[in-house]
């Protein structure tokens, strides 16, 4: 642990300006809040913030800093408090530490609900204040070192997975390599001990058995330098148990088949050398195809700098270089704070905004229903490989591997992504989910009328397209399950002779656990509280007799239904897959006789009068819903065809033909049979209704190229 003197001494010799006084009056305040406790090591307390001061010096960050680091836990672990803080060491500091703090036991349904919603506190604290992180960096690092002392297992497996899985991936976005690379070590070694002991003991081997091998190297590169003039300082470095378990785990290969777990770096002085210093590489060495990064050019998105090639080197060697100015490898190691600003007075790194993948997450943060979702797309963010597109104004956009013209929409802004209706990439019209490549040209088309679609969150990468996909989803479901919730209890009410209005639902909302009315017709539209409950909530004395009745008369034959009965649902104005679903059994179309089956959490399911599937319903009438198709131009839905087609040439191109002539669209066409002199298919048409359907039957059925054709309820 260090001595008062000595962590007052390290600050000083990089920072002169620093407030001797305040740093030993922070140390003294620190020691004797914490007092006589002890950490599980058996040390005392107080050395645990003492250590993370030290960390922070490695860094030469400022004296506020350090001495917030020596005070970081005293609010929560003490009797301290953030006005005492203030007082004594003034607002920055006071600022800084109740952002470190540690936050509070919260009462959560699960421990990842918890460690969701400390996180989500955490992004908010550092965007005010990028020190904030900073701090937490070098507390987690602390504690991760001294792991070992704690005894039960389980607790050690869950700060280690929340270590590799938030903290690291923190660290290496704001460029601090060294804390990274440590953080994933402590972590993996925790995690998956028997892999990360043997790597260990196959890099020591390897050591032993290669031991001039790396000198070797280094001396040869150096020589090849020095003969073109090139000044550069050489090195050899191995890569971490983790990134090499992480590369086996993705390769799916063996220690034996990596071929760069040792990496050679050049170090230079400008960026001219860096180029050349590459030029003699490739005109020495066989470059390996597709091992060629240029990072100076197209930086990562946390300010990372450095060429880096793969090569048959010296002795045959296949060899990893990285090529970079000393300046860049400052940066590389050491990240954000390799230029900090605070001892300046600057401003710059202070605001945690300056950085785009921190206004990212916070873009994620506002669209996220709840801690688990903003968790689960922020590690969508934080863990990836980059892509990098341009725009056709030559802007570089940075994204995730698997990257959708959809997510570089969202990647531009927040209302590109919205309104995205299409996309040229390279200058050709592609499809929406096409995967995007390094150096791809994508320029987004937009329509005002275009509005997020549900099918899109199935093929985006990046936590922001899907944080703000869901939320359109979230909010149009709301408003749709309010709107059929309002049908279903007015339609429930006049059944038994009794007038709906909003305010009889007042009276009964906490009954529900609601907190207002749109909030329960929300629930009753979504099918979490039926119709008749409602009832006999609003009417305790009500016995609802139609029930059956309803039933009876729906499943009656004789029924008429002529799309518009009176005192049904409307279904029309509602959209397919929001509150309302098309059963994929029967396949409904405007213009069928059709009935609605309340569905827990998904709202009502369509299903034709005549569909199989009912009469598993039987014997619960309570969800059974009287629904109708609207008046309102209807929607394109799906019909299914079965057709016995003769086994002749031209035969499919007809049948597509004639569907395509009759303005349906085939969307989906299956073979179930075929012998010698037939096929038997499935096709699945897009049509406007029952009608339309009908008339494409007919046609096909004057086609000799067809035998047979009918509706299917498969």
């Given at each position: 642990?260090?001595?008062?003197?000595?962590?007052?001494?390290?600050?000083?010799?990089?920072?002169?300006?620093?407030?001797?006084?305040?740093?030993?009056?922070?140390?003294?305040?620190?020691?004797?809040?914490?007092?006589?406790?002890?950490?599980?090591?058996?040390?005392?307390?107080?050395?645990?913030?003492?250590?993370?001061?030290?960390?922070?010096?490695?860094?030469?960050?400022?004296?506020?800093?350090?001495?917030?680091?020596?005070?970081?836990?005293?609010?929560?672990?003490?009797?301290?408090?953030?006005?005492?803080?203030?007082?004594?060491?003034?607002?920055?500091?006071?600022?800084?530490?109740?952002?470190?703090?540690?936050?509070?036991?919260?009462?959560?349904?699960?421990?990842?609900?918890?460690?969701?919603?400390?996180?989500?506190?955490?992004?908010?604290?550092?965007?005010?204040?990028?020190?904030?992180?900073?701090?937490?960096?070098?507390?987690?690092?602390?504690?991760?070192?001294?792991?070992?002392?704690?005894?039960?297992?389980?607790?050690?497996?869950?700060?280690?997975?929340?270590?590799?899985?938030?903290?690291?991936?923190?660290?290496?976005?704001?460029?601090?390599?060294?804390?990274?690379?440590?953080?994933?070590?402590?972590?993996?070694?925790?995690?998956?001990?028997?892999?990360?002991?043997?790597?260990?003991?196959?890099?020591?081997?390897?050591?032993?058995?290669?031991?001039?091998?790396?000198?070797?190297?280094?001396?040869?590169?150096?020589?090849?330098?020095?003969?073109?003039?090139?000044?550069?300082?050489?090195?050899?470095?191995?890569?971490?148990?983790?990134?090499?378990?992480?590369?086996?785990?993705?390769?799916?290969?063996?220690?034996?088949?990596?071929?760069?777990?040792?990496?050679?770096?050049?170090?230079?002085?400008?960026?001219?050398?860096?180029?050349?210093?590459?030029?003699?590489?490739?005109?020495?060495?066989?470059?390996?195809?597709?091992?060629?990064?240029?990072?100076?050019?197209?930086?990562?998105?946390?300010?990372?700098?450095?060429?880096?090639?793969?090569?048959?080197?010296?002795?045959?060697?296949?060899?990893?270089?990285?090529?970079?100015?000393?300046?860049?490898?400052?940066?590389?190691?050491?990240?954000?704070?390799?230029?900090?600003?605070?001892?300046?007075?600057?401003?710059?790194?202070?605001?945690?905004?300056?950085?785009?993948?921190?206004?990212?997450?916070?873009?994620?943060?506002?669209?996220?229903?709840?801690?688990?979702?903003?968790?689960?797309?922020?590690?969508?963010?934080?863990?990836?490989?980059?892509?990098?597109?341009?725009?056709?104004?030559?802007?570089?956009?940075?994204?995730?591997?698997?990257?959708?013209?959809?997510?570089?929409?969202?990647?531009?802004?927040?209302?590109?992504?919205?309104?995205?209706?299409?996309?040229?990439?390279?200058?050709?019209?592609?499809?929406?989910?096409?995967?995007?490549?390094?150096?791809?040209?994508?320029?987004?088309?937009?329509?005002?009328?275009?509005?997020?679609?549900?099918?899109?969150?199935?093929?985006?990468?990046?936590?922001?397209?899907?944080?703000?996909?869901?939320?359109?989803?979230?909010?149009?479901?709301?408003?749709?399950?309010?709107?059929?919730?309002?049908?279903?209890?007015?339609?429930?009410?006049?059944?038994?002779?009794?007038?709906?209005?909003?305010?009889?639902?007042?009276?009964?909302?906490?009954?529900?656990?609601?907190?207002?009315?749109?909030?329960?017709?929300?629930?009753?539209?979504?099918?979490?509280?039926?119709?008749?409950?409602?009832?006999?909530?609003?009417?305790?004395?009500?016995?609802?007799?139609?029930?059956?009745?309803?039933?009876?008369?729906?499943?009656?034959?004789?029924?008429?239904?002529?799309?518009?009965?009176?005192?049904?649902?409307?279904?029309?104005?509602?959209?397919?897959?929001?509150?309302?679903?098309?059963?994929?059994?029967?396949?409904?179309?405007p213009g069928d006789r059709i009935v609605g089956i309340v569905t827990t959490g998904k709202g009502v399911t369509v299903h034709t009068i005549d569909c199989g599937v009912l009469e598993r319903f039987t014997d619960e009438p309570e969800r059974w819903l009287d629904i109708s198709w609207g008046d309102e131009e209807q929607t394109i839905c799906t019909g299914r065809l079965k057709i016995i087609l003769n086994n002749e040439t031209g035969a499919l191109a007809e049948l597509s033909n004639l569907i395509a002539k009759h303005e349906g669209n085939i969307t989906n066409l299956n073979i179930s049979n075929r012998t010698l002199n037939f096929f038997e298919l499935l096709v699945d048409v897009e049509v406007l209704n029952l009608k339309h359907l009908t008339n494409i039957i007919a046609a096909l059925r004057a086609s000799s190229f067809v035998a047979s054709v009918e509706r299917s309820s498969q």
């Amino acid at each position: 642990m260090l001595r008062q003197y000595e962590l007052v001494e390290i600050v000083k010799s990089y920072d002169e300006h620093a407030d001797e006084d305040m740093l030993n009056k922070a140390y003294v305040f620190a020691m004797k809040k914490h007092g006589s406790q002890l950490r599980a090591s058996g040390d005392p307390y107080y050395s645990h913030p003492v250590e993370v001061a030290g960390i922070l010096t490695q860094f030469k960050l400022d004296g506020d800093s350090i001495i917030a680091g020596l005070l970081h836990d005293t609010v929560e672990d003490t009797d301290a408090s953030i006005e005492e803080i203030e007082e004594n060491f003034g607002a920055d500091v006071a600022a800084i530490v109740d952002g470190v703090t540690k936050l509070a036991m919260i009462e959560q349904k699960s421990m990842h609900s918890k460690q969701a919603e400390n996180f989500r506190k955490l992004l908010l604290a550092m965007s005010e204040d990028i020190r904030v992180l900073l701090i937490k960096l070098a507390d987690r690092l602390h504690n991760m070192r001294t792991l070992h002392f704690l005894k039960k297992p389980e607790k050690r497996a869950r700060i280690a997975k929340e270590t590799i899985d938030i903290y690291a991936p923190l660290a290496e976005r704001i460029g601090i390599q060294e804390i990274k690379t440590e953080l994933e070590g402590l972590a993996f070694a925790e995690l998956h001990k028997d892999a990360y002991d043997s790597i260990v003991a196959r890099l020591s081997f390897l050591r032993e058995q290669g031991s001039t091998i790396v000198p070797d190297i280094i001396s040869e590169l150096q020589k090849d330098m020095e003969e073109q003039g090139v000044k550069a300082e050489i090195t050899g470095r191995e890569k971490s148990p983790y990134s090499i378990w992480r590369k086996m785990q993705k390769k799916n290969a063996t220690f034996e088949q990596l071929a760069d777990i040792m990496a050679f770096r050049i170090c230079v002085d400008n960026v001219g050398d860096c180029y050349q210093a590459l030029g003699i590489i490739h005109s020495k060495y066989h470059m390996i195809p597709r091992r060629f990064k240029d990072y100076i050019s197209t930086p990562k998105p946390n300010g990372y700098k450095s060429l880096h090639t793969g090569v048959i080197g010296p002795a045959k060697t296949r060899v990893e270089i990285q090529i970079r100015t000393f300046e860049m490898h400052e940066i590389g190691e050491k990240g954000v704070a390799a230029h900090w600003a605070y001892k300046q007075g600057g401003s710059d790194s202070s605001n945690g905004q300056s950085f785009r993948w921190l206004r990212e997450l916070l873009e994620i943060l506002e669209n996220a229903s709840n801690p688990e979702e903003f968790l689960e797309n922020t590690k969508l963010e934080m863990y990836n490989d980059q892509v990098f597109c341009f725009t056709p104004m030559g802007d570089l956009i940075n994204l995730p591997i698997n990257s959708t013209p959809v997510d570089f929409a969202y990647a531009v802004h927040s209302s590109v992504g919205d309104k995205c209706v299409g996309a040229k990439i390279n200058g050709e019209i592609r499809p929406l989910r096409t995967l995007l490549h390094n150096g791809d040209q994508v320029e987004i088309l937009t329509s005002k009328a275009q509005t997020p679609s549900e099918e899109w969150d199935r093929f985006v990468v990046t936590g922001k397209a899907k944080a703000a996909i869901r939320r359109y989803v979230r909010s149009n479901k709301r408003e749709q399950f309010i709107k059929l919730g309002e049908q279903i209890a007015t339609r429930t009410f006049k059944n038994e002779g009794y007038k709906y209005s909003d305010k009889s639902l007042v009276s009964i909302l906490s009954k529900f656990d609601c907190e207002n009315v749109e909030d329960l017709l929300a629930k009753l539209g979504e099918g979490l509280v039926s119709g008749t409950e409602l009832l006999r909530t609003v009417y305790p004395g009500s016995k609802p007799s139609t029930l059956r009745k309803v039933v009876g008369s729906i499943k009656n034959a004789s029924f008429t239904n002529k799309s518009k009965k009176k005192d049904s649902v409307k279904i029309k104005g509602l959209i397919p897959g929001m509150a309302i679903h098309y059963a994929g059994c029967c396949h409904p179309l405007p213009g069928d006789r059709i009935v609605g089956i309340v569905t827990t959490g998904k709202g009502v399911t369509v299903h034709t009068i005549d569909c199989g599937v009912l009469e598993r319903f039987t014997d619960e009438p309570e969800r059974w819903l009287d629904i109708s198709w609207g008046d309102e131009e209807q929607t394109i839905c799906t019909g299914r065809l079965k057709i016995i087609l003769n086994n002749e040439t031209g035969a499919l191109a007809e049948l597509s033909n004639l569907i395509a002539k009759h303005e349906g669209n085939i969307t989906n066409l299956n073979i179930s049979n075929r012998t010698l002199n037939f096929f038997e298919l499935l096709v699945d048409v897009e049509v406007l209704n029952l009608k339309h359907l009908t008339n494409i039957i007919a046609a096909l059925r004057a086609s000799s190229f067809v035998a047979s054709v009918e509706r299917s309820s498969q």
